[in-house]
């Protein structure tokens, strides 16, 4: 019989046979429950300061805040790494990487077999989503990591309570992650959406290693949604309220580097806020959607917390995020300035310190920063983060905790184009808006590796999450838009368009709003819009650029399709929808073929 060091949270038969088998194999010298009391946590952060997992924070600078530092070889995401295994590798689709159950549970099995001797297991049960709620899906990750305990105390709802929401526990989501040796040949993460399992070993990386995060709440959870007519989306959701105090809430999927979290946290222009506008954010990052009882799609962020990126986060580009972060928060492969026992990264200010510890644990000379080779001349990893808890946001909206989440206006998607998408268009309908979503891109950027302008396909920012099929995936969409008696209205923003120069012409950042407002006009019927080959697109006097260095004639431009770059566009689609196979819906291909036709005319 199994022994714990403290009293199980649970008596399920069901949840206790699973993690003896776990514990069977993996071999830990001791178990323990967490419970989410603040005694324990305070323990377990104690501890790992002692063992040096964990840096503690000046105290009075960033209160209750740590440093932690990851391998070298283990900073981020690994998508080459990640399997969706389900039994027949066409329900994982071309997208995905994929693995025979059978086989992967063999090949994993080896791999966790006394990965946790002379280690403590933690047993985290955990909700996504408020406790009781009709969102709320609940899990388990059993893990080896104290910083993986203290980082699901932050993102996830964590505790006695979960465990009592859990009752026989069957169909909650059973997590098994280890360190192991952090062998990057043998890093895996493997989801099981037919069995409601995901095993992560050898790698101690928030996104890899967190469970609730993408690898249930977007991945497992998107298979749920499909199986149970709900959808589990790369989404931001942010409440805008006029100066009567009516708020409206929109939700947006945005590939990496396109401003989601800026978006989530915005802050309106002073044009706005001296009118008595302000902003909300639900979430940051994902969101989950139903059908209200009165016909619209609501939403709920199912996280706890932030998992932000710290580099290029300042008191410009994203106030709150700052400020969030500033207390209750561990910082994950940033710079630590030694002077005051603080951190840093590039892009925080213009005062990188004199005397720093870079993220590999080395002495930093900021004499000595290369761009072209940030890796290894910054005093932060480029994928540096924070984790912070939501309820410490400046901006979070009060209904972050209401169970009944809040009701879509609008969904909106975005992508980094130079030339082809205008700032803002809306789609005809809700299947023109899947489309839309499902053509969604971004073009490389000096930033990134191998050529620039390069267009690279998200669609609905879900390219490395969703837990099928991809065409599965669009056809879920279609199948929603049937069921939803009152359906938000579907558009898509592009703040990049760029000048000759290669300059952005759109200013961005809080000034963004100015586009949401035409968005929401839109939804309520107040503005007209030009009928266009690709959707309908505002006319200029209907966005509000007082107070903006832009002319009249500038954001005509912004908004003005050419037909020549997206009849090439059309042609990547159509490679694209190859690519994903022939699963793609009919109706899309359809879209497609309609959008070509416009255009030529």
């Not at 592009?494 to 759109?506: C, L, P, S, V």
């Amino acid at each position: 019989m199994i022994k714990f060091q403290n009293k199980p949270l649970t008596e399920s038969k069901y949840i206790l046979d699973w993690i003896e088998d776990m514990a069977k194999m993996t071999k830990p010298d001791k178990i323990v429950w967490i419970d989410g009391s603040e005694e324990q946590a305070e323990a377990l952060r104690a501890e790992a300061v002692s063992t040096g997992e964990l840096i503690k924070l000046n105290p009075e600078l960033l209160p209750n805040c740590y440093l932690h530092r990851t391998a070298v070889n283990d900073v981020a995401r690994v998508e080459g790494r990640t399997f969706i295994c389900t039994k027949k590798k066409e329900d994982a689709g071309n997208i995905n990487n994929w693995i025979e159950p059978g086989e992967c549970y063999a090949r994993l099995t080896k791999l966790f077999t006394g990965s946790m001797q002379g280690r403590t297991m933690y047993i985290i049960p955990y909700a996504m989503g408020q406790v009781g709620s009709d969102f709320a899906k609940y899990g388990i990750e059993l893990t080896d990591s104290i910083y993986v305990v203290l980082n699901m105390l932050i993102m996830t709802r964590v505790g006695a309570k979960v465990a009592e929401a859990m009752g026989d526990g069957k169909g909650f989501i059973k997590g098994l992650h280890s360190k192991a040796t952090l062998d990057a040949d043998n890093r895996y993460i493997c989801h099981f959406p037919e069995d409601n399992t995901i095993w992560s070993v050898n790698s101690g990386y928030g996104g890899n290693v967190l469970l609730g995060k993408k690898c249930f709440a977007l991945r497992i959870a998107s298979y749920l949604g499909r199986k149970e007519g709900w959808m589990a989306e790369h989404m931001l959701i942010l409440g805008i309220e006029n100066p009567e105090g009516e708020i409206k809430y929109v939700s947006a999927a945005f590939p990496s580097a396109c401003g989601k979290t800026n978006l989530a946290m915005l802050i309106p222009p002073e044009y706005y806020r001296k009118k008595g506008y302000k902003t909300w954010c639900v979430g940051d990052d994902i969101a989950w959607l139903r059908v209200g009882k009165d016909g619209r799609l609501w939403a709920i962020n199912p996280e706890n917390g932030f998992f932000g990126v710290a580099p290029g986060t300042n008191e410009h580009s994203n106030p709150n995020a700052l400020h969030t972060a500033m207390r209750d928060t561990i910082f994950t492969n940033v710079g630590l300035n030694t002077d005051n026992n603080t951190v840093w990264w590039e892009g925080l200010n213009d005062n990188p310190p004199v005397h720093c510890i870079n993220w590999k644990g080395e002495v930093w000379d900021y004499r000595k920063y290369d761009k072209a080779d940030k890796v290894n001349t910054s005093a932060a990893h480029p994928n540096s983060r924070f984790t912070a808890m939501a309820k410490n946001c400046p901006c979070i909206s009060k209904e972050f905790d209401n169970p009944a989440g809040v009701p879509i206006s609008a969904i909106i998607f975005g992508g980094r184009r130079a030339k082809t998408a205008p700032l803002v268009y809306q789609s005809f309908n809700w299947q023109h808006g899947t489309f839309v979503g499902s053509i969604m891109a971004s073009e490389t950027t000096a930033a990134a590796a191998g050529a620039v302008g390069v267009v690279r396909r998200d669609p609905m920012a879900m390219r490395p999450f969703v837990g099928y099929d991809m065409g599965d995936y669009f056809a879920h969409w279609l199948e929603m838009g049937k069921v939803i008696p009152n359906p938000p209205k579907i558009f898509h923003v592009n703040w990049f368009r760029t000048d000759d120069e290669g300059h952005f012409i759109w200013p961005g950042f809080g000034d963004n709003m100015r586009v949401l407002m035409w968005i929401l006009a839109r939804c309520e019927g107040k503005v007209d819009a030009k009928e266009t080959a690709i959707g309908y697109v505002p006319y200029a006097e209907d966005i509000n650029i007082e107070g903006l260095d832009i002319s009249k004639e500038t954001l005509n431009d912004l908004l003005s399709v050419d037909k020549k770059s997206w009849l090439e566009d059309v042609e990547n689609i159509k490679a694209f929808y190859e690519q994903i196979g022939e699963r793609v819906p009919a109706e899309l291909k359809e879209e497609l073929a309609a959008l070509e036709a416009r255009l030529k005319k």
